[in-house]
């Protein structure tokens, strides 16, 4: 990362605000130039190919100058490519309106390199292999570089997700293949489950891959990842009829975005060409204003699971993105799930009896056992703990037990009156008892204990205290 690169824009800058041959200070994150590149037919230097940067969403050219905006009164620039070349003995990543200093007669180079690898005389960019390259951020530094060839001449090539067209060179990936998964990616590396299409945060707000707009549809996948845009769920002031949001991948990160007038019915041309063409370095994705959240640096293929963070102040005595602030209270709980997938432990999703004091409890209710189950994971041991309580809880687990005994319970007091045709405690009540298994909590096993309830009445202290052995031997 090279927080003050020096950006020159052309004489032929269209884009209001960029003044011809002026020099503007931009935050350079290298990852933001990650994708294809293409060797360019028409040229060499110093006989080697040069190879030319594509876009984001589809491998294939930026287009030209972008239609006029009247959202932004100006058209956008276009997105001039960075370039990997070969250049005085080394293979070198540039790009000719970003210079190491204000004063381009400093650099004596003639390369205007910003990565360059080491010393080699190769004729072939990719037997440089992966490694240490040098790279500017204001001083040399060193950083790791990796490539592969972006063609294929077998599916293993593809990951075994798609088919190689061996005409094209090109992956074609497989679409619901199996587990109804759709593979993305030049080699089709990404995986995005159907339940994963549709992802929800915390907060309740969704976003999907599959929501139609007028503008390009090629916004869905960027840096070789899908892209989400946003559905429901927000708190009414950042809603607007003419504006967008979208939750996009960049380089390493992924971002949420805000798109000012995407929605306007006079900049479809705009806002279609600038998903087309979308480009995380030239957009200055990281401003605040354009960008609402970060994630934390991430190679996964969908948000889930990550951590996310709002930008706070900005400032030399801040870090090259500012103040980020976390938007949920645990490191590593992520910020997004999948709507598809049961994330949370449930607990009497069919009603509970709020004022209920659990037997044996610390006088806890059962009331405030459903919000605390929800933060916990289905398929841990403390969901498998609470989830023992729902027989003291669950209103449809009372009203049966109720109805087998004729037994009416007075949700008032915990105290319950019996006919006397079903006065037994309702040990595994209409259920089958594992008889082998032992429980070493209460010094017995479960055949012990279906005796020993036969004996007890219900509602009782003894009989409320063996209950929670059901979840063990009822089957």
Known sequence: MWEEAYVKWPEDSVQL??????????????SWFNGVYVIDGSRTNEGRPIYVEQKK???TPFDGDSPFSKTFNTPMNRIVPAEIKYCDGHWVFTHEYISKSRVEELDESNCNWLLRSPETDTYDF???????WEIWAGVISETTVSSKCNLCENDSDCNLNGDCNLDTGKCECH???????????????????????????EEGDRWSIDVARNYSSDLFESYSRPTYIYVDGLPEDVETESDDLALLYSGNRWFTVFMRGAQRSDDVAYWDWQTANYHAFWSEV??????????????LSTPVGVDFYSLGEQGHQYGPFGVLNPIHNVSGQGAYRCEGIESICSFCPGGVIDDFVIPGSDNVTCGVLPPYASTLDPQSSQCTEVQLAEQFCCSSIINEISAVSNTTLDTDTGNSTATPSGTACPFCLDKSIDKSITIPEFDTNCAELEVYASSLNVNTDPCNEILPAEAICCV
């Open 126 to 132: 990719l037997e440089v292999g992966d490694g240490k």
């Open 286 to 299: 990281y401003k605040p204003g354009t960008t609402l959240l970060i994630s934390d640096p991430t190679t």
């Open 57 to 59: 969403t589809d491998g």
């Open 17 to 30: 605000g960029l003044v011809p041959g002026t020099v503007k200070e931009m935050m350079l994150v290298y």
């Open 175 to 201: 679409d619901h293949l199996g587990d109804n998964i759709t593979f993305i990616g030049t080699h089709c590396e990404v995986r995005v489950k159907d339940q994963c299409r549709t992802i929800i945060s």
